[in-house]
T-cell receptor, first 114, second 110 residues
Framework: NAGVTQTPKFRILKIGQSMTLQCAQDMNHNYMYWYRQDPGMGLKLIYYSVGAGITDKGEVPNGYNVSRSTTEDFPLRLELAAPSQTSVYFC?????????????FGSGTRLTVV | QKEVEQNSGPLSVPEGAIASLNCTYSDRVSQSFFWYRQYSGKSPELIMSIYSNGDKEDGRFTAQLNKASQYVSLLIRDSQPSDSATYLCAVGSGTYKYIFGTGTRLKVLA
């Protein structure tokens, strides 16, 4: 059981480049989330999805896009990378929200924009 | 703006002592509360969840919830150096998502 798998683990982008961060889960979870974590700033929600075909913005969606064509996959697209997008990105999933349904996190993608 | 606040620390405790980590939240209608442990350079890992007032125990960990005062705490008994990590508090916000605190860094001194 792989859980939540994120690729790549590390990436360096030049300003203006684009890339897709991949996230896949094999737990048949409906809810999936993308967070970024900056030092001392906690986890900020970028986008989330409550099921295939349904996505919504979180706290910091500017500069990002998502899609959810299947239950398993939830890729995050960065267009025109900027230094402010240098961060660690975590994908997470949950069966549903509630007392016994916390998140399972992927191992993260460390992105540097230069 | 719904908020979850934690003291950033570091909180230093000697090995074998009880570590007490606290979290306050602003949204009175929050119903679900979680504690995550995050080792340096790693992803957060769920360690406790609670939604009823009172205490919930799991091994060396006890989560405490007081909805009237809007705080949730985590006690770690018999603290070990391996407990040294950042502990994130997360509070259910609305129907689908959580708000995370910025975390408290715990250092257990051998």
């Amino acid at each position: 059981n792989a859980g939540v798998t994120q690729t790549p683990k590390f990436r360096i982008l030049k300003i203006g480049q684009s890339m897709t961060l991949q996230c896949a889960q094999d737990m048949n979870h409906n809810y999936m989330y993308w967070y970024r974590q900056d030092p001392g700033m906690g986890l900020k929600l970028i986008y989330y999805s409550v099921g295939a075909g349904i996505t919504d913005k979180g706290e910091v969606p500017n500069g990002y896009n998502v899609s959810r064509s299947t239950t398993e996959d939830f890729p995050l697209r960065l267009e025109l990378a900027a230094p402010s997008q240098t961060s660690v990105y975590f994908c997470a999933s949950s069966m549903r929200q509630g007392v016994n349904y916390g998140y399972t996190f992927g191992s993260g993608t460390r992105l540097t924009v230069v | 703006q719904k908020e979850v606040e934690q003291n950033s620390g570091p909180l230093s405790v000697p090995e074998g002592a009880i570590a007490s980590l606290n979290c306050t939240y602003s949204d009175r209608v929050s119903q679900s509360f979680f504690w995550y442990r995050q080792y340096s350079g790693k992803s957060p890992e769920l360690i406790m969840s609670i939604y009823s007032n009172g205490d919930k125990e799991d091994g060396r960990f006890t989560a405490q919830l007081n909805k009237a005062s809007q705080y949730v705490s985590l006690l770690i008994r018999d603290s070990q150096p391996s407990d040294s990590a950042t502990y994130l508090c997360a509070v259910g916000s609305g129907t689908y998502k959580y708000i995370f605190g910025t975390g408290t860094r715990l250092k257990v001194l051998a």
